[in-house]
């Protein structure tokens, strides 16, 4: 009898803190925190291999025109000779996509009809350079010779400024063309591609003028006038296109600005002369 009562007092007293706890929450046990299973990490793509390296072939493919025992100095001179004289990079004349390896591009193919255009105009050359020789046989010390720079001076079109303003002019109008003498100006001024001297601009004001445009000759003439404003010359023209327009009063100004500059004007004179009358 003893053993069962001294049994169930030891039963109450292990059950007394459990459920006490029951009744104080602030007594519980806090649940252990469960580790969250391991995550599998996401599958990496596998690293693409750098582009191949391109170099100078040993011995060049298809060649037309340069002789085919040239040998990678060569090319390699010829062709950045083509690009420094053009302004032009590699996919102008061949197979290729601009911003993407040399080793990429497909340089023995024909399928860039510019290619063909650099293979006569190469020839051309060969032909010019030999009738020099022929002109002047006895430069043997100081020698004229021709190469793309020649006449392209960096651009892939070898024209005159006067030759780009005037197709622009007839194609679209006086302030496009004002347009894009700015922006050649900002580009080349310094880069001996185009002459931007006063002639240049005053020749397109007199083409303006033999189109019976004479609000766009003002224009062009105003423009040559502001880039070169001490040239008695300038405002001589500027003077004759406001007169074709009927502008007497600035005619005579500018007749006036054009003598001050130049005494000798001999034009300038008879017209203020003419005008005064």
């Not at 006490?20 to 391991?38: G, Y």
């Not at 340089?107 to 006569?120: C, L, T, V």
């Not at 040239?231 to 406001?242: Q, R």
Request: proline fraction near 8%; charge should be positive.
């Amino acid at each position: 009898m003893k053993i069962r009562l001294l049994i169930l007092v030891a039963v109450v007293v292990l059950t007394l803190p459990a459920a006490f706890a029951a009744l104080d929450p602030s007594r519980a046990q806090t649940p252990r925190a469960q580790t969250p299973p391991a995550q599998t990490p996401p599958a990496q793509t596998p690293a693409q291999p750098p582009p191949a390296q391109w170099s100078w072939p040993e011995k060049a493919k298809n060649l037309k025109q340069l002789p085919p025992d040239t040998d990678k100095a060569k090319l390699r001179a010829v062709m950045t000779g083509f690009t420094r004289s053009l302004g032009v990079r590699c996919s102008y004349c061949h197979v290729g996509k601009e911003g993407e390896p040399l080793s990429t591009y497909d340089f023995a193919s024909d399928d860039n009809p510019k290619k063909e255009i650099a293979r006569g105009m190469l020839k051309m050359l060969g032909s010019v350079n030999e009738q020099l020789k022929q002109i002047r046989p006895a430069d043997t010390k100081d020698p004229v010779n021709m190469w793309c720079n020649t006449c392209h001076h960096g651009v892939p079109r070898p024209r005159t400024l006067v030759e780009e303003l005037s197709l622009t002019y007839d194609a679209v109008g006086v302030d496009s063309t004002i347009a894009k003498y700015n922006r050649l100006r900002t580009a080349y001024d310094n880069a001996g591609v185009y002459d931007f001297r006063e002639g240049s601009l005053n020749a397109m004001g007199y083409h303006a003028l033999e189109k019976k445009d004479t609000a766009g000759a003002i224009a062009l003439f105003k423009l040559n006038a502001e880039n070169y404003p001490g040239s008695s010359n300038v405002h001589d023209s500027l003077a004759e296109a406001y007169l074709a327009a009927g502008d007497t009063t600035k005619s005579i100004t500018e007749y006036e600005r054009s003598y001050s500059i130049d005494p000798h004007n001999d034009n300038a004179v008879k017209m203020l002369q003419a005008l005064h009358r």
